[in-house]
């Protein structure tokens, strides 16, 4: 039977994976996630995913390992901005005014690891990264605030739930695959499994026990 751990504390990524009949186990690595000096968005989420992957595939050689990072970017006047977990209620607030009425690109990188049990080095490492375009709406900060203390999305890259009523912020989404902006693109985990492991998820998935 294929085993499979997702690096990550995320309940929204291990979420959907279940969705689809996935139960992974997890285990959360402690990595650096500070930006290196004129690192791309994109190549910041393929870091750090393609990290998270390796350094749990280390310790579960027999596991293929599933790592991923989401990185959300919106222009300002300033120039680019990243947005982070907001944590507080006040941060919250900033990243939604700062997005009002503008498009923000989320860059989901996912990373699939897994180690020989031999040499302890990667048998199979490969990251491949998906982004996704939401635009959004103009609200009133006392709408903002409204949402916020409803959903309470201080966990969330961007400060929102678009599984919730978060989506009710937005004009339009652009993506492959919905799954992507909660945190995990499982059309695209599926053909890198299909192709580099000569794994079937939807096999897995509809197994009786």
């Excluded at 919905?178 to 998820?201: A, E, Q, S």
């Amino acid at each position: 039977m294929t085993k499979f751990i997702l690096a990550s504390s995320s309940k929204y990524r291990q979420q959907l994976l279940s969705n689809v009949g996935i139960n992974v186990d997890t285990f959360s690595p402690a990595i650096d996630e500070t930006p290196k000096p004129n690192e791309s968005p994109v190549a910041l989420s393929k870091r750090l995913a393609t990290e998270k992957a390796k350094k749990v595939a280390q310790q579960f050689p027999q596991h293929i390992v599933i790592g991923s990072d989401q990185v959300a970017v919106v222009e300002t006047d300033d120039g680019t901005q990243v947005l982070g977990k907001p944590g507080t209620v006040d941060n919250a607030l900033k990243q939604l005014k700062l997005c009002q009425g503008k498009l923000v690109n989320f860059y989901t990188s996912l990373s699939l690891c897994q180690f020989n049990q031999h040499n302890k080095l990667p048998a199979i490492s490969v990251t491949r990264v998906e982004e996704t375009n939401v635009h959004f709406r103009t609200h009133s900060e006392q709408q903002l605030r409204a949402y916020i203390n409803k959903e309470m999305p201080l966990d969330c890259a961007g400060s929102f739930k678009c599984e919730g009523i978060g989506v009710l912020l937005f004009e339009r989404i652009s993506s492959r695959d919905p799954n992507t902006l909660i945190g995990l693109p499982v059309m695209l985990l599926h053909n890198m499994l299909d192709k580099h492991f000569g794994i079937d998820l939807l096999n897995i998935a509809t197994e009786t026990n």
